[in-house]
Structure formats: structure tokens, C-alpha cells
């Protein structure tokens, strides 16, 4: 891949092609003089008479930290409810509970498609006109109660369930957002053995004992191109999602191939699945995997998309496919639920919808695809959110609804006691704002919570039983606690302000919240910048009042961990935490020992490498530092036990632990090991 | 990246913004080029998202992150042209899916390259310019496009050895 790479952009870099004299700056700075001169003529023109200078566009910083120091000054004497209600335009329509409408035939499919190529823009196609006079209304089924049991996360530490027996050592799991709904990751391990992925899109199975690895088998490619992203693994079964190339087509489709691993060293393919589309998501829930991809319908390609083995699968019928009021482009959300039960040939159940995901909020009964969505002028966002019910195999593409505004990651939203939870950064008259939505389990709007954190993005979401917490950036970073107990009246609890903002929250325990994130700094012109890594520990007791107990910052570090939550290690026994780092530094800045108030450091006793962790020795000439390892950390009532663990390979991707042994993963699939001591 | 000039400009400095994007403008021209196939769509998409970042300059968070946000905006000016240009599709099938007939709409295109990315779905030939152009790493280009990482990265992988067998 690298060479093909460097070979191609060898052809670009030497196109000659280069910016015409039109797009030189001068030229850009007279264009961008011009236009702030017409709308300066334009605003005083137009508000001549009310002498009301109204602002069209967003400010820089300056202005922003003005407004932002007379806002706060006026929360001090109205509190934040007053201070929205004088803020906030009209109120917020969000739009919710849509109608569902099956395909009856292929044709009409083929017509929906043929309307939005014609259209000169995607626009927004009125459903019903060449269609079948009769729209099906989808009726959502009455769940039972036990249904809508809360498998949100529970109780603290709730993700590493630490199984133990005799004959194996307790060992990670990958974070989970909701209890037993597994993720597919690029790691997994069973205690005995560990499974990677490595870059070059192989799996590698391992033995793990005491600190030592050895190799024992890789699962590629077999035949078919198969480009492996992630896997699962249940007793002797290995799962691997990935996408699948054809030679004879253009098409891209994903599949799950499901081997059998009794012996290790030996794995054999029992059978595979593929789907139409690019892959989303995947997840899997006891024996059945739920696998969702997005498939663009391409002029030429196919209309309906397909499902069943590589080799062969088949269309779907007319009647599987349903689609959302005023689909936005001609795109499918497909899912499937196949059965990875051992003896059995990959059962599985196919649907598709037409509308496109980004983000999925998955638990046991029930799969919510989401999508942003632009209004014609491109100023106002939408989340376009459809809901499959799932019931083992039987997936049932049941209700679809829309919110104002965008969301951040999985984890912004969320079900309990059958209603579904949304966090969104939205517009309002050109600034960002922040909403959180209630839906019932029909879809309808049942309350919410909007504008709040003006000129705000969402940063990191954590539902938490019948609490909400929110962390926002921009000037202000707080972290608000909504109280969601009464669905039809969510309200803001309390907040609590601190610099730089969390992209990753953690429940600790029931009092307790880890924050994973980035630290900013102040660059001097108004603005900030990310300056590290940032760890913040929050106290939760009381939701009116929460409060900062502890941060630590780590100067130019960056985790993957900050974006995604599987590269989180959580050792629930030995109570400590684990995250992948990178530094890189440059000796113009400050080389000096990079943490904050850490703890004397850790002595790694009888590891297979020597390890160093303290900065030592800046080489005198200036060029930039890297250094990769593993950062392990406890959070109690403070941050600590802090170890900045350097290990020596190319960037550290994943660590899992296996009895009182942390291996540590890179992108090339080395794996090093050492005994923690915290 | 020089952090002074790209404070000056978040502070509100027109000359340091254009000082930055001098040092981007040949990487967006030709993305714009590349994607859109006419030199002349290439420099309106170019001015207009000049005009949009230099009205957004309060939403860049930092150095690092100048090149994919700008990117970000050009790819969306780029998506917007194509979706307004009539008969856009017709130019693009010119440019792009007439096979090695076609004769590049603007002599400076280099002709293998644009033969080669006609070998591409359009998403993939976004993917491919974003990353070997733009510059931009496969999360950068997942959190633009709205793909998933994975997926970027099987997508980019998949079509560079495509064009390069192509070349070959």
C-alpha cells in the first residue's frame, strides 16, 4: 500500500500544475476586502431607519471573548433559564415522528431513483407523486415491557467483566457503550490468546502467557480480496468484518467471515456474509452480528442492493426496502442480522432503508441510524434518525424521525425505559447551540432541553442512568449534568467549568466521572490551541453542583483514545486505566519531564524490555522528538499512580492486559509486554 | 505551520489569513482541478472557499488542524458546484468516463493521471486527491466525508493500487 502510495504521489507532485495568478493572495485579500465592504454598505443601508446594526457572520475570537464577558456577567444576575429565554429566536420546531413507506415493487424504486438524477441538485422529492397512491403506514410494534429493559451501563467499571477460572487469568475487554453489545475491534483477547489486525489488514493470532507471545497463525485474504478493518471473537469462533473487492466489478461490498479456530493454528473458514455498501458499523449480541453498511447507488449500478454468501448472494425483494420522507440522495442504509453459532451455516435476515448513516447507537433490541442532513441553503443541520428493532435474527426497520442539529459520536445518544435520548450542536441565526431530545418509543417528541452553551460545539456525551453529561468547547468549557428522570421535562441540573474539554467521559463510580481529552492553551492573539493531552476527574454526588477533584496535563501528547474509545484499556481488578500516547516535540519547546504532578516513577520489575520513562539527554541541534507507549493511570478521589510508560516501536495502537501482564500493540504488530506496578 | 500567522489570522488579520492560504493555494487549486475537470470551475470553487473560511475563521482551532478545515470547506464548495453545474454530469463523463479517448478540458491536467483517476468512482477519486493533494490522514478524511475510518482507508488503499496497475 505505501509503495503504491509513494508512486502515485510521485505522479501527482511532479503535474506542474500550479495556482493561476487570479487565485494569488493579493487577489484573495482584495476579494475578501470587497466583500466586507459590501456588506458593510449593505447593513447600514438596510437598517438605516432602525439603526440596528445586526451581525451576518461569525465573529473572530476577540469580539467573541467581548460578548462572551457580557454574557457571563449577565448569568450572574439572571441565572442560565433567564439568560436563554432573552437569547433564544423563536422556538424550535424539531421535527419527529415520521412515516415510514414501503417498497411495493422494484419499479418504484427505480422511479424514486430516476426523479433525484433528473433533479439539477438532490433536491427534496416528494414521496407519493408516481408512487403508489396508498402509503403504508408502518404501525411500530408494542414491545413488551421486558423489552424495553435499560442495558444502558449500569454500575461502575461496568465494561471489564474480569472473567476468571481456573484455568484462565482475568483479561481486558474491549469499552463497550452499552453492556453486552460487543464492538468489533482491531484487538481482542480471551485470556489465553490475543487477535490483531495489524495495518497491512491481516489477523494475527497469538498465545499470551506471562508476558510472552508467540505467533501461531494469520488470517488473510483466501482468494477473494478481503480488506479485514476489525473482528470479533466468541469460544473458538473468530469473526472478521471487512471489505470485499471483486475483480469483476466496481462494486464494493462488506462481509463477515467466520472461522473456526479450535485450533488455533490452524484457523478454517466455516462460511461468510456479504452486503451491499460500505461498512458502518458492525456489532454483535450473543450468537447473532448485527452488520450495517451504506450503500450509494451509483448510475449504472445496481438498484437493489444484495445479500447472502460471497460467491453468490441475491437481490433483496422490493418489500425489505423501505424509505424515509424526502430522502436526501439516492443512498441505502442496509442491515443484517446473521447467526455466528457454531454447526450453524450463517442464518440471516436482510433490510435496507433508503437514507445514510454516519453514527449508530446499538443495544439489545434495538439499532438507531443517524445522519446529518443540510437544508437547501446549507445553514441548517438536521439528524436524520431511523430505528430497527432487533430481535435475535429478526430485524424490523420500524420508525424514523428528525432533530435539529448534528451529532458528535455514538455515545450522544441513547435509550432507557423505551425512550431514545439525542444530544446535537445545532444553528441558530449563524451560532452554534446545544440541544438534547427525548423521543417516546413511537419517535415523537416527547421533550427537551435546546439552546443552551451558545457558540458551543458538543465535545464528549455520557448517559448515566437518568443523567446526561455534556461537554461543551469553545471560550467557556463546562460540563453540564442534565437530569432526565421525567422524559417529558429534561432541565439542566448543574455545571461546572474547566479549561481545555473531554472528548471521552468515563464513569469511575457512581460519584465519580474521568475525563479524557485536550488541554488548550492560550495563544496570546485572542485564540487557543490543543497543547496535550488532558485528563480531568469530575465529582458527580451532587448533580446541581459538580465539581473539578482533579487534572492532569500532558504537554504535545496526543491518545488515540481521545477519539476512539476502544484504544481505553480498564483493569477493574487491579484498578487502573491504560491508554495508547504519542509525543511529538520539538526542543524549541520546553523538553523537560512532561508530566504534571506525577508520581515518583514506576519500577518495571522482571519485563522482557528495559524501559525508560523519564526525558533525559535533549540532543543539542533542534529536531523533533517522538515517543510512543502506554500511559496507565488510577482515578479515585484524585488522579494518580501516574506512569508514562515509553516503549520502543513505531505507534502504539491498543493494550490489552492478561493476569497482571499488559501487552502493548503497534500499527506494524509487534507486541511488548511488561508487569505493571502501580 | 507557522503558528504566529495562523494566531494573527484566527485574532482577525485578513493579510496573515491570506499569507496562510498563500501557502495552501497550490494544493487547493489542483485538488479543485482534479475534482472538478474545468480550470475555471476550479478557481470560482477556490475563491468561495477562501470567502467561507476567511467568514469561519472563528471555528479553526489551531495550526494542526489548517489543512484538513480548509480542505473541509474547499471539499464542500467543490460538492456544491457539481451538484449546481447543469449538465454537470455530462462534464464530469466527458472528463472522466470516456475512457482514453477524451482529451483533458484543460491542457495542464496531466492526461495519465486524469486517466487514471477515470478508472475511480467519484467518492473514491475524492478520497484519493483529499489524501495524496490535500494531504489529509484517513481520520481527517473520515470525519470530512462522513465515511467510516475503516472504510477510508480499504477505499484508499484499494484505489491506488487500481490506478497504479493502471499506469503500470
Same mark, same amino acid.
Given at each position: 500500500m505505501n509503495k503504491d502510495h509513494d508512486y502515485i504521489k510521485e505522479l501527482f507532485d511532479s503535474d506542474g500544475i500550479k495556482a493561476p495568478e487570479s487565485l494569488s493572495e493579493d487577489k484573495m485579500l482584495a476579494m475578501l476586502n470587497a466583500a466586507e465592504e459590501k456588506q458593510f454598505i449593505?447593513?447600514?443601508?438596510?437598517? *438605516?431607519?432602525?439603526?440596528?446594526?445586526?451581525?451576518?457572520?461569525?465573529?473572530?475570537?476577540?469580539?467573541?471573548?467581548?460578548? !462572551?464577558?457580557?454574557? *457571563? *456577567?449577565?448569568? *450572574? !444576575?439572571?441565572?442560565?433559564?433567564?439568560?436563554?429565554?432573552i437569547m433564544t429566536g423563536p422556538p424550535d420546531t424539531s421535527l419527529a415522528g415520521d412515516e415510514l413507506y414501503t417498497f411495493k415493487s422494484e419499479k418504484e424504486i427505480e422511479r424514486l431513483l430516476k426523479s433525484m438524477d433528473n433533479s439539477p441538485r438532490y433536491g427534496l422529492i416528494k414521496l407519493g407523486r408516481g408512487a403508489s397512491d396508498d402509503l403504508v403506514e408502518y404501525e411500530t410494534e408494542e414491545l413488551a415491557d421486558a423489552d424495553m429493559a435499560d442495558t444502558g451501563t449500569t454500575g461502575v467499571l461496568s465494561n471489564s467483566a474480569a472473567p476468571k477460572s481456573a484455568e484462565t487469568d482475568s483479561f481486558s475487554e474491549t469499552y463497550l457503550q452499552v453492556d453486552d453489545v460487543d464492538e468489533a475491534d482491531i484487538v481482542k483477547t480471551d485470556g489465553k490468546y490475543i487477535y490483531y489486525v495489524t495495518d497491512g489488514r491481516e489477523v494475527v493470532i497469538l498465545s499470551a502467557k506471562d508476558g510472552k507471545t508467540k505467533k501461531l497463525s494469520t488470517v488473510g485474504s483466501s482468494g477473494i480480496e478481503n480488506y479485514i478493518s476489525d473482528i470479533y471473537v466468541k469460544g473458538d469462533r473468530l469473526i472478521t468484518v471487512g471489505t470485499i473487492y471483486k475483480d469483476d466489478s466496481d462494486e464494493s461490498s462488506s462481509a463477515i467471515v467466520v472461522y473456526d479456530i479450535s485450533d488455533r493454528s490452524k484457523p478454517e473458514v466455516l462460511y461468510d456474509f456479504s452486503q451491499t455498501g460500505d461498512i458502518l458499523s458492525s456489532r454483535m449480541v450473543g450468537d447473532n452480528v448485527y452488520l450495517v453498511t451504506n450503500y450509494y447507488v451509483y448510475r449504472g449500478g445496481r438498484i437493489v442492493p444484495a445479500c447472502g454468501s460471497i460467491a453468490n448472494p441475491k437481490e433483496l425483494d422490493a418489500a425489505d426496502i423501505c424509505c424515509v420522507p424526502d430522502p436526501d440522495a439516492p443512498s441505502l442504509i442496509v442491515i443484517s442480522a446473521v447467526d455466528v453459532s457454531s454447526g450453524n451455516q450463517g442464518i440471516s435476515t436482510t433490510k435496507a432503508v433508503f437514507g445514510a448513516s454516519s453514527e449508530i447507537y446499538c443495544n439489545d433490541h434495538n439499532l438507531y441510524c443517524t445522519s446529518t442532513e443540510y437544508d437547501s441553503d446549507s445553514s441548517t443541520s438536521y439528524t436524520r434518525i431511523v430505528r430497527a428493532s432487533l430481535n435475535g435474527l429478526k430485524v424490523n426497520v420500524d420508525a424514523t424521525a428528525r432533530v435539529r442539529g448534528y451529532v458528535n459520536s455514538q455515545f450522544s445518544m441513547d435509550e432507557r425505559g423505551g425512550y431514545f435520548r439525542i444530544a446535537t450542536t445545532s444553528e441558530r441565526a449563524g451560532i452554534e447551540v446545544n440541544n438534547l431530545y427525548v423521543l417516546d418509543s413511537k419517535l415523537k417528541e416527547a421533550g427537551k432541553v435546546t439552546g443552551f452553551a451558545r457558540n458551543e460545539s458538543i465535545k464528549a456525551v455520557r448517559f448515566i442512568g437518568d443523567k446526561a453529561y455534556v461537554i461543551t468547547y469553545e471560550a467557556i468549557d463546562p460540563l453540564f449534568i442534565i437530569d432526565l428522570s421525567d422524559p417529558d421535562n429534561p432541565r439542566i441540573e448543574g455545571e461546572v467549568k474547566i479549561d481545555g474539554f473531554s472528548t471521552l467521559l468515563i464513569p469511575v463510580s457512581k460519584d465519580r466521572l474521568l475525563g479524557i481529552g485536550h488541554a488548550t492553551g492560550d495563544n496570546g492573539y485572542g485564540g487557543e490551541y490543543d497543547s496535550g493531552l488532558k485528563l480531568a476527574l469530575f465529582d458527580i454526588s451532587d448533580p446541581s453542583e459538580p465539581k473539578v477533584l482533579d487534572s492532569k496535563e500532558f504537554k504535545d501528547m496526543s491518545s488515540e483514545a481521545q477519539y476512539d474509545h476502544h484504544a481505553l484499556m480498564v483493569n477493574n481488578e487491579a484498578g487502573y486505566f491504560a491508554i495508547p500516547y504519542e509525543i511529538w516535540h520539538n526542543v524549541e519547546t520546553d523538553g523537560s519531564e512532561v508530566v504534571e504532578d506525577a508520581e515518583e516513577p514506576s519500577e518495571t520489575n522482571d519485563t522482557e524490555e528495559a524501559e525508560t520513562d523519564i526525558l533525559v539527554d535533549q540532543p543539542d541541534e533542534v529536531e523533533d522528538i517522538y515517543d510512543t507507549g502506554i500511559l496507565l493511570f488510577k482515578a479515585g478521589d484524585k488522579i494518580n499512580s501516574v506512569d508514562k510508560h515509553k516503549l520502543d516501536s513505531s505507534a502504539i495502537r491498543r493494550s490489552v492486559y492478561i493476569g497482571d501482564w499488559i501487552y502493548a500493540l503497534d500499527a506494524d504488530g509487534n507486541v511488548q509486554s511488561f508487569k505493571p506496578s502501580l | 505551520m507557522d503558528e504566529k500567522m495562523i494566531n494573527e489570522a484566527i485574532a482577525g488579520s485578513k493579510e496573515a489569513f491570506c499569507s496562510l492560504y498563500g501557502i495552501y493555494k497550490d494544493k487547493l487549486y489542483r485538488y479543485a482541478l482534479y475534482r472538478l475537470g474545468d480550470p475555471t470551475e476550479a478557481e470560482d470553487a477556490v475563491s468561495e472557499c477562501?470567502?467561507?473560511?476567511?467568514?469561519?475563521?472563528?471555528?479553526?482551532?489551531?495550526?494542526?488542524?489548517?489543512?484538513?478545515?480548509?480542505?473541509?470547506?474547499?471539499?464542500? =464548495? =467543490?460538492?456544491?458546484?457539481?451538484?449546481?453545474?447543469i449538465g454537470t454530469r455530462e462534464n464530469l463523463e466527458r472528463i472522466y468516463d470516456s475512457g482514453a479517448d477524451s482529451v483533458p478540458a484543460s491542457p495542464s491536467l496531466s492526461v495519465e493521471l486524469t486517466e487514471a483517476l477515470s478508472q475511480l468512482r467519484e467518492e473514491e477519486r475524492d478520497i484519493v486527491l483529499l489524501s495524496i493533494i490535500g494531504g489529509l490522514n484517513s481520520t481527517e478524511i473520515s470525519s470530512l466525508t462522513g465515511m467510516a475510518a475503516g472504510s477510508v482507508r480499504s477505499k484508499l488503499s484499494r484505489s491506488l493500487a487500481k490506478m497504479r496497475e493502471f499506469l503500470s
Open positions: 449593505e447593513q447600514t443601508g438596510n437598517n *438605516a431607519k432602525t439603526g440596528h446594526f445586526e451581525t451576518k457572520q461569525v465573529k473572530a475570537r476577540p469580539s467573541l471573548k467581548r460578548w !462572551v464577558a457580557v454574557a *457571563a *456577567a449577565v448569568i *450572574a !444576575v439572571f441565572g442560565i433559564s433567564g439568560l436563554m429565554e | 477562501v470567502l467561507a473560511a476567511w467568514q469561519r475563521i472563528g471555528s479553526l482551532r489551531s495550526g494542526k488542524a489548517f489543512g484538513s478545515w480548509i480542505f473541509r470547506i474547499l471539499s464542500n =464548495c =467543490c460538492a456544491s458546484r457539481i451538484k449546481e453545474m
